[in-house]
């Protein structure tokens, strides 16, 4: 076969889903260069996953782009098969579940990312991945032809069967599939059957669990699980005769009543890669980690790790990134990955144990029914409770995402979300004090003098990172201009006057 070289770009992201379209676009919104390289001809007409949650919502709208995704909104979200309702509404935030096909997401996200200019190339499969002190070479299949790319840093987004983390050699430990699920989605439906009266359906019956959303208007999905039916996925996609069978089994539920348009089986995988960097090759959303597909965790989880990487990554390449900037991206991300898989297995236990989990079951949503508990799962659920290690600081905001709240700034409405809009940091000061220390920072961080609209936002001052979680906080009574400058410093690295380097791409990364 014969091979060709590509120029050299800054960042490769390998995998064209939800996560590598978010990460692509915010490098581009960094001004870095960016090759997404996508081993499919084409995008996906199916998808596996179907929800959007809180955070996700949010992250978006923190880039101006939310009011592109338009699906069936739900103010709560179902845990563990209609046990008890997660109430998002208890929360800090102005969004709640949505149900929204994964290939439409997937649709929004590449025209937002070919708006940015980012390059996608699809029927490019990632073969071999090298790397030294200063370059990352992608060996890369492409119409029968073996071609070499060569970037500063590469970012698998490549799924939970990753060729980037099989080729790095990075680690994936953690639980195989021990139960089956098949899903097919209909179009055509009958729904005399009393269960399409109330949708989405979450019904965990003696034999089995079913579950049906709405999709679109013509179309539904169902998935059915047969308590104590091994996983079958080396025999392949399941027919439908095999198809009609589980799902009487399981639920009494006749598929007859529509014409299949997709049929599919997953499992309940919780695996988690050893690290997230290795030298210049990171890895994001289910190469990073993979776990039972339910209620858009996994998705929620990939796109706040493409929100968290990218202006680490962007402040590497631009060299103003203080030392061991990038290397937050594991440390913060990999512990959330894994409270998000201890959820998703606890849930797994809740839906699919037999009649020995009952009594567990019927105590747990006796707790969830009291509001704080209510709360505390939402927010974890929702990925709204997130809290970094930001460094000193005792304000009960540092660390977490900033929420939304109503501003004018100069006569003009805005709010906190807009404020992120470039995806660079912003110092946002409500009340006077001593702020100024930031002034050598603003060619990387926005200073904004605003007057909250709603309540008392309880700051007088923050300092949030382009992800929106913030940095840095302080009230009038307590101004902290050094914890200000100390965290500007950890954050966005020396004030202008200090620096000595432009770009990070000629310093050596350790391997």
Known sequence: MATNSRSHTDV?????????LTLAAELRLAGIDVLVVERALEPSRHSRAFGLLPRTMEVWEQRGVADRFTGLRLPHADLAADMVDLDFTRLDTRHGQMLLAQATTERVLAQWADELGVKLVRGHEVVGVEQDAGTVTVDVLTAGERRRIHADYLVGCDGARSAVRTCAGIDFPGEYTRAEFVLVDLVEVDRSDPRFGRLPLFERGPNGLLV?????????????????????GGRGTPTWEEAKQVFVRAA???LAAGRPVWISRFGNTARQATAYRLGRILLAGDAAHTLLPAGGQGLNLGVQDAVNLGWKLAAELGGWAPPGLLDTYHSERHPVAGQVLRNAKAQFALMLGGPEIDALRELLGELLAFEHVNRFLAGQVGGTAIRYDVG??????????????PLTVEGERTDTMRLLHRARGVLLALAPGPWAVADDWTDRIDIVRAHAL???????????????????????????????????????GAPRGERTTDRMSERPVEL
């Open 252 to 254: 009494g539920f006749d």
């Open 392 to 405: 000193e600081g005792d304000h009960p905001l540092t660390g977490c995402r900033l929420p939304y709240r």
């Open 212 to 232: 049906i959303l709405p999709i679109s208007a013509d179309t539904v999905r169902v998935v059915a699980h047969e308590y104590g039916a091994p996983y079958r």
């Open 12 to 20: 490769i992201v390998a995998g064209a889903g939800p996560v590598g």
């Open 454 to 492: 709603d309540t008392d936002a309880g700051y007088a001052c923050a300092l949030i990172r382009p992800d929106g979680h913030v940095a840095w906080a302080a009230t009038a009574e307590k101004p902290d201009a050094s914890g200000l400058d100390a965290a500007l410093r950890r954050w966005f």
